[in-house]
């Protein structure tokens, strides 16, 4: 899957004439109706399984959402069921950065350095995904009881599962690592896996600058770059290393598919 910048669709089709590529906007139709991008088909993400033949799987596909994350998950799971022929990308920052209405392409960084041992890489991801869980812990706790609480303790308890996975990988390489609990309460968790400074999503919560879809577009983007982090760690390591971060990109996928059925179904298809 590649990533597509808004500068570069313009170029994009202009290089590739029509029947060459298809532009699939995953958003519902409602939202498809009141405004897309001209050329573009509505396949809402939920329905890609059920109509995925309806796409040619020998064209370039161009996944668009609202801004830039359901749209990246949902080209994630069609590469991976459909194995098209043709290249498969997402459009970065989705229709609002296209249309001039978001800043996009935020740099990321290599939260975890492959250059480090294997337990210190170890330690690395779990505060990372500890900085997710305290993202998900304060979510909630500003909801009360006003938004989908139930998906968001979801949420973090996926964030758990994940550190305890780390940490039996850790151990079973380190014995004498510390205890799980141990380790967490001793991990800042300043950092979500995206490289998003916590502290500052925190703020923008308080504050009330990120709305609902906004807010499911930000954990969307926090397990899109935990699932790329981890396969690319993976893909860069042999041996305990590439099985350990393989089993996290599998787990990180399944936490994805999580998070689109449970916001479509409970939250009101809140993106």
């Not at 998003?196 to 770059?225: C, H, K, P, T, Y």
Request: glycine fraction near 10%; charged fraction near 25%; include cysteine.
């Amino acid at each position: 899957m590649k990533q597509l910048w808004p500068e570069e669709l313009g170029r994009f089709l202009k290089r590739h004439g029509e029947g060459e590529y298809t532009l699939v906007d995953v958003r519902g139709e409602e939202e498809y109706e009141a405004e897309h991008m001209p050329g573009s088909i509505c396949i809402p993400a939920l329905e890609l399984g059920a109509r995925a033949g309806e796409l040619d799987p020998s064209l370039k596909t161009v996944f668009i959402c609202a801004r830039g994350a359901k749209s990246l998950a949902t080209a994630l799971i069609f590469e991976e069921k459909v194995h098209p022929e043709g290249d498969v990308y997402n459009l970065m920052g989705g229709l609002d950065a296209w249309m001039g209405r978001l800043a996009y392409g935020l740099p990321r960084i290599r939260l975890v350095s492959i250059h480090d041992d294997l337990p210190r890489m170890l330690v690395t991801a779990m505060d990372l995904e500890k900085g997710a869980w305290r993202f998900y812990q304060r979510l909630e706790m500003l909801m009360a009881g006003a938004g989908p609480e139930a998906l968001v303790r979801r949420l973090a308890a996926v964030e758990i599962s994940h550190l305890n996975l780390l940490h039996t990988r850790l151990k079973r390489i380190d014995p004498q690592a510390p205890d799980n609990m141990a380790l967490f309460n001793s991990l800042p968790g300043v950092l979500a896996e995206g490289g998003e400074s916590v502290s500052l999503l925190f703020q923008r919560l308080e504050n009330g600058d990120l709305g609902w879809e906004s807010l499911f577009e930000v954990a969307l983007e926090i397990e899109m770059a935990a699932y790329e982090m981890y396969r690319s760690l993976a893909a860069g390591m042999d041996g305990e290393g590439r099985g350990t971060f393989y089993a996290l990109a599998e787990a990180e996928k399944g936490h994805i598919r999580m998070l689109l059925t449970e916001m479509d179904a409970e939250a009101g298809s809140v993106l």
